[in-house]
């Protein structure tokens, strides 16, 4: 008989008592699930690639930190992990999408004028509107001058020239309030996204 194959429990036992051979034979039993699971997502090799490394990342400091507690169900929970990283990247994308700046022809901007992922569900749905929500949130941090017109342009769908004579400014002040609104709702999203990942 040859020598037993270990469990992947076994393994992480193995890995938190010192054994780095442990990890990688887990590593290398589970990468091919993990990876094809991502790419199918993502699409995109070099993405996919790097959302696999910050899900083992994540692997490694759980095991390090003594939080892991998923008895026997290693692949699950790491394919878990994979999910919420794939879901973390496609609200970022949407996110810094719905805030980019409108074009210079152009001054008209839709901010969630979100291009829907390739396969839509409701998750994805779930996303958008969460997304949203945060996008809406974070609007009530702009100076009041740029909050107001960005409000009455988007929410309310007024004109830049309503605008311009309902506030008593020209229309280029008006339109350069909602440029720096703009620029600054996409600062505060950057940074937003900073500080719940952190």
């Known amino acids: 008989m040859g020598k037993a ?8 036992r193995g890995y938190l008592s010192g054994d780095e ?14 990876f094809g699971y991502i790419i199918s997502k993502v699409r995109n090799e070099n993405l996919a690639n790097d959302i696999f490394q910050e899900v083992f ?7 390090k930190n003594g939080s892991y507690n998923e008895e026997g169900k290693f692949l699950p929970w790491v394919l878990t992990i994979s999910h919420n990283l794939v879901v973390d990247h496609f609200r970022k994308a949407k996110k810094m999408q719905m805030v980019s700046e ?6 008209e901007f839709n901010i969630f004028s979100v291009l829907s992922l390739t396969d839509s569900n409701i998750e994805d749905d779930m996303i958008k509107d969460q997304i949203e929500s945060d996008v809406v949130r974070l609007v009530e941090f702009l100076p009041d001058e740029q909050r107001d017109v960005l409000k009455n342009r988007i929410f309310k769908g007024m004109s830049f020239k309503d605008i311009a004579e309902q506030d008593d400014i020209s229309i280029n002040t008006a339109l350069g309030r909602m ?5 600054n709702l996409r ?9 719940i990942t952190a």
């Open 5 to 12: 194959i270990l469990t992947d429990q076994e393994l992480i």
């Open 21 to 34: 051979k442990s990890f990688e034979i887990l590593l290398n039993r589970n990468k091919d699930r993990v």
């Open 57 to 63: 990342i994540k692997v490694i400091r759980t095991f």
């Open 102 to 107: 409108s074009s210079s022809k152009s001054e």
């Open 179 to 183: 440029r720096y609104a703009l620029i």
């Open 187 to 195: 600062k505060l999203v950057e940074k937003h996204d900073v500080s």
